[in-house]
């Protein structure tokens, strides 16, 4: 079983639909990445929380450490959203990540 | 704009061949730069911290005299996949924390490596 589970692995949505993506991991972290990864390979970093809920215009992410959970929101989802999302967990006493296997997202106009 | 710089971004070669991946962080120092390899419809997986005027920290089953890595200033770290075979044919990625490790990590756009 992998550290970091991320569901679902593919997700299609039309565009203006809400989007959750889920992440959930087993160690303990003092950090959690939300990154997006566009079809060239290029990774942009989303969020970097540790507690509570972030905002960044369409994008949410919220983390819940006691349940060691993770979600990623995209509200009015746009074709241009369409991308891998990554969740990546930065364990205790160390400064490495441990990544989910992604999920893709394509959105439809 | 990108504030982590990796080049080249695509590379063919012949087997035998050894393959130099630079990876720059343009308007900060750092430290300390990760290297990861992912293969097709993979999660990225870490291969080695890269640590300025140190050795580099390799992670389990990356054999390091294969993947040289050389963090030569503050600004430049070096991925050097000598002796290539087509089994090393991957996607290459650097990230770097900006003001530190516990800091969001910024990524290079990738190298792709393909070794005929």
């Known amino acids: 079983k992998n550290e970091v589970e991320q569901s679902p692995q593919n997700l299609t949505a039309q565009e203006g639909e809400f989007i959750t993506i889920n992440c959930s991991y087993s160690v303990g972290i003092s950090a959690l990445h939300w990154l997006q990864q566009h079809p060239g390979g290029g990774i942009v970093s989303l969020f970097m929380?540790?507690?509570g809920k972030k905002k960044h215009g369409r994008l949410i992410a919220t983390i819940n450490i006691q349940e060691k959970h993770s979600s990623l929101h995209i509200t009015a989802s746009h074709p241009r959203d369409s991308a891998v999302y990554i969740c990546?967990?930065?364990?205790?006493?160390?400064?490495?990540?441990?990544f989910g296997t992604g999920t893709r997202l394509q959105v439809f106009p | 704009g990108a504030v982590v710089s990796q080049h080249p971004s695509w590379v063919i070669c012949k087997s035998g061949t050894s393959v130099k991946i630079e990876c720059r962080s343009l308007d900060f120092q750092a430290t300390t730069m990760f290297w990861y390899r992912q293969f097709p419809k993979q999660s990225l997986m870490l291969m080695a911290t890269s640590n300025e005027g140190s050795k580099a920290t390799y992670e389990q089953g990356v054999e390091k005299d294969k993947f040289l890595i050389n963090h030569a200033s503050l600004t430049l770290s070096t991925l050097t996949v000598t002796s290539a075979h087509p089994e090393d044919s991957s996607f290459y990625i650097c990230?770097?924390?900006?003001?530190?490790?516990?800091?969001?990590?910024?990524f290079g756009d990738g190298t792709r490596l393909s070794i005929l």
């Open positions: 990546a967990a930065r364990p205790v006493n160390t400064d490495k990540l441990i």
């Open positions: 990230s770097a924390p900006r003001g530190g490790a516990q800091k969001p990590q910024h």
């Open positions: 929380l540790s507690s």
